[in-house]
């Protein structure tokens, strides 16, 4: 009944053409749409449970030291509180896998300010919430906390990359720079908060969460809990946003989980706007140093990029700054290199394209300076940089779309490639400028698998634990579907986001997409396998369209085919050897026009164009979105959003929507988005690659050289807000 898919070879057949649906690649609204507008399709903290107890988190108000003792006592008499739960698992620190430390009786290590150290339940919300205001504690303060990335012991990552000699390139080279940059932390920001409703009958414990990735989530639970995996199981059919701050087991799912198995009652544990900025895994602030060295051609000669991030003690995650600077551009000689910084702030993890949101904006802000000195238009420059193969390794590029990128996208924008002067074009008191950067964004794939029936009545049923955190998975998933077994979309129901379905890497990294639409498709082909050895037909010369299987000049109704029964087959799709052979990434370019005022430095992001190369597109519509939302992203990192923490105490100052700054409609343009045609066989069976980081990878790089032109002021720290700006 499994149909297992190795990937070992790049596969360039047009595999979902022979079907000829044309529902690949269709802009088909998600059918989900309607249920999420109006208010139907529920949410983890949305679940009526009857006897549902309610939990809130208490958390620590100083960033080092322990917790001494809880005092339950202090609420134990208030209105409907029924227990304080201190049990140690609540605070393990990390969001991204667990890391759980071994619990020491009566003595909670507190790592940083807002980790939660209790939780408070009670029969209703408010009366949680009001004894959780008044829990009584004793602590007992370190005074060595320490909160200044550039104060603190680091040490330097693995892989770093050290090639020939960058520093004879800078000497040797006709145009170079040497330029330090910073960026600030930031949140992901998802609308819905972190949430969950725990049950436990005894023997299986079910939670209704808000996570992107169930098939690593519930090994962490379980592991959390001391349960088998086959006695957890996880929900989260609808996620309202994650941007990585859902790819582990949040707090609410442990605490949640704890309470229910030890109170027997069903809890849900919602975390506030608050909790979530101060608990849960931030974007490391970071430091750069680029180093571009040049012939007078303006071809590279060296390339440095370093990078100084942070994260807890102990933490294994990096932001991988360097991620795409490794291959986007040539240069014979190389430093990359990241070091990680050990302080007392949250779990830096994973937001919206780790490393690149915050690399390549640096490196394309760097790459305007060299095309200025160099005298080269920088879509010029950035051409005559795209390497042969990957610089360091060799090896080769599965499909790369970034020249096209750049001269579509420069031919829509209206990009004027003659010379670029600061502050040549003004509208009263508003300088005018523009701005390029390139896309890059590392592709991944994950094992996934999907289960696909084929009923008999013609329809067909998907199901996989892939979550759709608001990207388009149900819709696309049905598109795979109905272009394989010939039927329309809607005639494609698909249920996600639940353990008990057939597992995958779920939602992370840009990877669901081609991993389980992969594994969607191997499960489609082994259905069609199947009616074509019905037929005795030779599966090759078997077409199904429209309910309808033609063969060797023969047709026949599929519903007449199954008679009466139904097909399952579950789809097994494992990354093989391509991997390794090939450099895959998902390419682009920005374009944006910007407004500066003189008097206050205020930036306003004009219009901006992105053209992506992101291999088979799966739906037009969410393609765009996904290219759309990404761009957002990079206005608000270019010009407003960062976490700001108080250097005295460590605590997160603006942890609202009020205080944090992303962008909101009045802040964004129209933009243009164009998809370049490409097909990728050795990204993925279905030849998609990743798009969902891709758009906010580089793009505030081409807002900061936006403002460069139309005001002549060379900013290198992000977010370029007003004060930094005049
Ligand atoms: Mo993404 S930051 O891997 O959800």
């Known amino acids: 009944m499994t149909a297992l898919f190795k990937h070992d070879k790049p596969d360039n057949r047009n595999v979902l053409d022979h079907t000829a649906q044309g529902i690949i690649g269709q802009p088909l609204t998600r059918p989900e749409g309607i249920l999420k507008v109006t208010g139907n399709a529920t949410y983890a903290a949305e679940y009526a449970f009857d006897e549902c107890l309610e939990g809130v988190l ?38 991204q896998g667990t890391a759980n430390e071994a619990p020491k009786q009566n003595v909670c290590e507190v790592h940083y300010w807002g980790q939660p150290i209790a939780l408070v339940v009670a029969e209703t919300f408010e009366q949680a919430r009001d004894a959780a205001k008044h829990l009584k504690f004793d602590y007992t303060e370190d005074t060595d906390a320490i909160f200044d990335p550039e104060a603190a012991d680091s040490e330097t990552e693995d892989g770093a990359t050290q090639q020939g000699d960058l520093a ?10 040497d330029l330090h940059y910073s960026t600030e932390g930031h949140a992901s920001a998802a609308m819905e908060p972190h949430a969950s409703i725990a049950q436990w009958d005894g023997d299986t414990l079910t939670v209704h969460a808000s996570l992107q990735m169930l098939n690593y989530n519930i090994t962490e639970l379980a592991d959390a809990m001391g349960l088998k995996e086959g006695k957890v199981r996880l929900l989260s059919p609808f996620v309202g946003g994650g941007f990585g701050s859902k790819l582990g087991v949040s707090q609410d799912v442990v605490a949640a989980s704890v309470a229910a198995m030890e109170l027997g009652r069903p809890v849900r544990v919602v975390m506030s706007r608050q909790q979530v900025f101060q608990t849960i895994m931030r974007r490391s602030e970071t430091t750069q140093r680029l180093r571009l060295a040049a012939d007078a051609d303006g071809k590279l000669t060296g390339f440095g990029h370093e990078a100084l991030v942070s994260n807890l003690p102990n933490e294994e995650f990096a932001e991988p700054v360097t991620q795409s600077s490794e291959f986007l551009y040539g240069g014979e000689n190389r430093v990359l290199q990241i070091e990680v910084a050990r302080i007392n702030r949250m779990t830096a993890g994973s937001v919206r394209a780790p490393g690149e949101a915050v690399g390549m904006p640096a490196l394309e802000a760097a790459m305007d300076e060299l095309a200025e000195k160099a005298g080269i238009d920088p879509v010029e420059l950035r051409l005559r940089n795209i390497p042969e193969v990957h610089p360091s390794e060799g090896t080769p590029f599965s499909s790369r779309k970034l020249a096209e990128c750049l001269k579509e996208g420069a031919a829509k924008f209206g990009w004027d490639s003659g010379p670029r002067t600061p502050r040549m074009q003004r509208e009263g008191e508003w300088w005018i400028g523009t701005g390029v950067a390139s896309a890059a964004r590392v592709h991944n794939v994950g094992e996934a698998k999907a289960r696909v029936t084929l009923q008999a009545d013609g329809t067909a049923l998907v199901q996989t634990d892939m979550t759709d955190i608001g990207t388009g998975t149900y819709a696309i998933l049905g598109q795979i579907a109905g272009e394989m077994l010939g039927m329309s979309r809607d005639d494609v129901l698909v249920e996600l986001g639940d353990t008990k379905h057939p597992r995958g890497p779920g939602s992370g990294g840009s990877w669901g997409a081609a991993s389980s639409g992969s594994a969607v498709f191997v499960a489609c082909e082994a259905i069609a396998e199947e009616i074509a050895s019905l037929l005795g037909a030779a599966k090759d010369d078997l077409t199904l369209k429209d309910g309808i299987a033609s063969w060797g000049g023969q047709t026949r109704p599929v519903t007449e085919i199954l008679d009466g029964k139904a097909i399952t087959k579950i789809g097994h799709y494992e990354p093989g050897d391509t991997e390794d052979d090939y450099a895959a990434s998902s390419y682009g370019a920005f374009f944006a026009e910007v407004a500066v005022n003189q008097w206050t430095g205020e930036t306003r992001v004009r219009r901006m164009t992105g053209a992506f190369g992101i291999g088979r597109v799966l739906n037009e519509k969410t393609a765009r979105s996904q290219c759309l939302g990404g761009m957002v992203w990079c206005i608000g990192s270019a010009l407003t959003e960062s976490l700001l923490f108080d250097p005295v105490d460590g605590h997160l100052v603006n942890c609202d929507l009020a205080e944090y700054h992303v962008p909101v409609h009045r802040d964004v343009p129209d933009m243009d988005v164009i998809l370049v045609e490409e097909r990728d066989g050795a990204a993925s069976p279905i030849q998609a690659k990743g798009v969902g980081e891709l758009g906010m990878c580089g793009g505030a790089g081409a807002i900061a050289n936006a403002i460069y032109n139309a005001c002549g002021a ?3 720290d992000f977010p370029m807000t007003p004060d930094r700006v005049l």
Not at 75 to 90: A, E, Q
Not at 168 to 177: E, G, P, Y
């Open 714 to 716: 060379r900013l290198h």
């Open 58 to 95: 208490v958390t620590a108000p100083f960033a080092k030291g322990q917790v001494n003792s809880i005092d339950e006592k202090s609420v134990s008499s208030m209105p409907g509180v029924i227990k304080v739960i201190t049990d140690k698992r609540l605070t393990a620190r990390a969001a």
């Open 168 to 177: 004879h390139a800078m000497k040797q080279a006709d145009a170079s720079v």
